[in-house]
């Protein structure tokens, strides 16, 4: 059974700081994304991460995979309150078109002013 | 932008009923989804719909649940006899193609609560 595990689970920062989040996953796959949710809202697409070693950035956020190490991480840089917010990873299973998605525990960052 | 839209956003329903969530999802994609996130909680897969047919489902999806779409835009989810552990916010997803280079699309969901 594929399993998706982030850490933190909960992360209080400063405005300004540099942290990163991390998720592990259980069996080999190499089609990872990360989403954004914000409190009471749905799940906004942030990053698709498809081979191993993909790097992919969007302002102050920057995602990479490693396949080989069944990680990925999402750093943030110069964190401002407006990232706010619960990071999900997932990871795609399946074949033939329909994937579905196995969700990371989620972490939720508050950065502080 | 084109997006899931679901319907409704919030229903509340007696233990016992029977529920329809409804959702429209992006008018070109071909692969559909039901998950939920229950209060707190990650978000888990309940099922996958292509052609026509159920092409996966979850352990959760047992003969309570099921999903239909009757006509060309709707994705409807079905709960037959509604259980206080139902409670919980159903997101549908879309997503285009074979090719999983493009990520699902969610919709705004749809909070549950069974009395």
């Known amino acids: 059974e594929l399993k998706v595990e982030q850490n933190p689970l909960f992360l209080s920062m400063q405005e300004g700081k540099n942290y990163t989040i991390y998720c592990n996953y259980s069996?080999?796959?190499?089609?990872l994304y990360w989403y954004r949710q914000d409190p009471g809202k749905s799940l906004e697409s942030l990053f698709v991460?498809?081979?191993?070693?993909a790097v992919k950035q969007e302002g102050r956020l920057m995602a990479s995979l490693d396949t080989k190490a069944r990680l990925s991480t999402l750093h943030i840089t110069a964190a401002v309150h407006d990232l706010s917010a619960t990071y999900f990873c997932?990871?795609?299973?399946?074949?033939?078109?329909?994937?579905?998605?196995?969700f990371g525990t989620g972490t939720r960052l508050k950065v502080l002013a | 932008e084109p997006e899931v839209t679901q319907t409704p956003s919030h229903q509340v329903t007696q233990m016992g009923q029977e529920v329809i969530l409804r959702c429209v999802p992006i008018?070109?994609?071909?692969?559909f989804y039901w998950y939920r996130q229950i209060l707190g909680q990650k978000v888990e897969f309940l099922v996958s719909?292509?052609?026509?047919?159920?092409?996966?489902k979850s352990e959760i999806f047992d003969d309570q649940f099921s999903v239909e779409r009757p006509d060309g835009s709707n994705f409807t989810l079905k709960i037959r006899s509604t259980k206080l552990e139902d409670s919980a916010m159903y997101f549908c997803?879309?997503?285009?193609?074979?090719?999983?280079?493009?990520?699902?699309?969610f919709g705004d969901g749809t909070r549950l609560s069974i009395l």
């Open positions: 997803a879309s997503s285009e193609g074979q090719g999983y280079d493009q990520p699902q699309h």
């Open positions: 069996t080999t796959s190499d089609r």
């Open positions: 991460l498809l081979s191993n070693g």
């Open positions: 997932a990871v795609a299973k399946g074949a033939s078109g329909t994937y579905k998605y196995i």
């Open positions: 008018s070109n994609h071909l692969y």
């Open positions: 719909f292509y052609n026509n047919e159920i092409s996966e």
